[in-house]
């Protein structure tokens, strides 16, 4: 089975500076695709931003980035320009390309944004 | 446009009780997936439902069972509850097998007595 591993379970950032959230997985799969999602207190999980692997640009989303190293299994998130309302849960989630349609999710990174 | 919506979106349960907590798809999606999150935890797979049947399973007991109705909605059933079984329960919608985006309701909470 996939794994993900977030080695951040806490992180903390300036408002309006950058931060940088690590991910990592482990698969033998070619094909498959990387996301980050928000869990903010209302519980809901919220895409944020979607990495297909057979794609080498990096996905970004306004003020939402990521370095995918595809030979490293790295999948970093990168938050610019950061806002109150950017604190939350993050999960970093894998899905395979081939076989089955789950997301095998990381354990999280709780990020909380300074005033 | 309505979201996934989960009903109830808190439930207290004594030990050994049954339970069933419901999902309703976002309009368009036709493929249910229930997933457990631990306090603490990513969430884990529980199964998925498509087409009325369960497609695929993760590594949960069969005290964990689940129902997809023709308009799409689903709900998972839990019997003879576990102390262990107190965690946030999350459904996410999708369209197809092929699908590159779940969206994700905001779960029921489950506290076992």
């Known amino acids: 089975a996939q794994t993900v591993t977030q080695s951040q379970p806490e992180m903390s950032v300036q408002e309006a500076e950058t931060v940088t959230l690590s991910c990592t997985y482990d698969?033998?799969?070619?094909?498959?695709?990387l996301f980050w999602y928000k869990q903010p207190p209302s519980r809901q999980m919220i895409l944020v931003i979607r990495?297909?692997?057979?794609?080498?640009q990096n996905a970004t989303e306004n003020r939402f980035s990521v370095n995918f190293q595809k030979a490293a299994k790295s999948f970093s998130l990168k938050i610019s320009d950061s806002q109150l309302g950017d604190a939350a849960m993050y999960f970093c989630a894998y899905r395979s390309g081939y076989t089955g349609n789950q997301f095998y999710f990381g354990t999280g990174t709780s990020l909380t944004v300074i005033p | 446009d309505a979201g996934v919506t989960q009903s109830p979106t808190h439930l207290i349960k004594t030990r050994g009780q049954q339970v069933t907590l419901r999902c309703s798809p976002k309009s368009g999606h036709d493929t249910v997936s229930w997933y457990q999150q631990a306090l603490g935890q990513g969430p884990q797979f529980i199964f998925q439902y498509y087409e009325e049947e369960e497609r695929q399973r993760g590594n949960f007991p069969d005290r964990f069972s689940g129902h997809q109705f023709p308009n799409y909605s689903s709900e998972l059933n839990v019997n003879a509850l576990l102390l262990g079984d107190s965690a946030l329960y999350l459904c996410?919608?999708?369209?197809?097998?092929?699908?590159?985006?779940?969206?994700f309701g905001q779960g029921t909470r489950l506290t076992v007595v």
């Open positions: 996410a919608s999708s369209s197809g097998t092929g699908y590159t985006e779940a969206f």
């Open positions: 990495q297909e692997a057979y794609k080498q």
């Open positions: 698969t033998s799969e070619s094909d498959y695709y």
